[in-house]
């Protein structure tokens, strides 16, 4: 079953600004996951937080989880025509190793 | 060289013939994955392959068959194809061991369509 809901569904914002993504998720989980998907292309992983953690960076991405509430978020800061793609969570459960994915997140940053 | 490569990246047969896509993995690692992902981008897990064992497997029609010959490579059969079965199949290899998955490496996808 569908483990991670990505809120918004579309998200469309200009170069410079900065964008965040949302994820929520329904039993307890082991980590998380985003990836990004260009148009046509595999997933490439970005980050994962793991369920102990709250905050993680990379570069200009910053990922936080909140176990309590069983949500992420991740921030895209300064963006750029590039990071136009769907971004994807997904999450590892507590009692399963699946890596389980939400529907995504379609991103587009106009130059 | 590209770590997981997929072939063939673009499949369109007739329903009720049997196809046939392959995965190749040079990156060392230990779990391959078969996922599906379907024409509103949702990907599902299909199956997982642990060191040529398989260890995960959804609840998949039996008409797709996996096979593992070596750890560096999961194939996937599909016999008798519906239209239904039209999608992009994602292969991913993982260095860590199923219980205790982390990040997955994907491949470009195979984009299937069944006429």
């Known amino acids: 079953s569908q483990q991670g809901e990505e809120d918004p569904q579309a998200l469309s914002i200009q170069e410079g600004e900065n964008a965040t993504m949302n994820c929520s998720y329904k039993?307890?989980?082991?980590?998380l996951q985003w990836y990004r998907q260009n148009s046509g292309r595999g997933l490439v992983h970005l980050i994962l937080?793991?369920?102990?953690?709250r905050e993680k960076h990379s570069g200009r991405l910053r990922v936080t989880l909140d176990t309590s509430k069983k949500s992420s978020s991740l921030l895209i800061t300064a963006s750029r025509a590039a990071d136009t793609a769907s971004y994807f969570c997904?999450?590892?459960?507590?009692?399963?190793?699946?890596?389980?994915f939400g529907k995504g997140t379609l991103l587009t940053v106009n130059p | 060289d590209t770590a997981v490569s997929q072939t063939p990246k673009y499949l369109v047969t007739q329903m009720g013939n049997d196809k046939s896509i392959k995965c190749e993995q040079n990156?060392?690692?230990?779990?391959m994955y078969w996922y599906k992902q379907d024409s509103k981008k949702f990907l599902k897990i299909m199956f997982s392959?642990?060191?040529?064992?398989?260890?995960i497997n959804e609840t998949v029609p039996n008409r797709f068959s996996p096979k593992s010959p070596d750890k560096a490579h999961l194939n996937l059969h599909i016999n008798s194809l519906e239209l239904g079965d039209s999608a992009v199949y994602f292969c991913?290899?993982?260095?860590?061991?199923?219980?205790?998955?982390?990040?997955?490496?994907f491949g470009e996808g195979s984009r299937l369509t069944v006429l």
């Open positions: 392959y642990n060191n040529k064992e398989l260890i």
């Open positions: 991913a290899s993982s260095p860590q061991t199923a219980f205790n998955t982390g990040e997955l490496f």
């Open positions: 990156l060392g690692h230990d779990t």
């Open positions: 937080i793991r369920s102990n953690e």
């Open positions: 997904a999450t590892v459960g507590g009692s399963n190793y699946k890596l389980t």
């Open positions: 039993t307890s989980i082991n980590n």
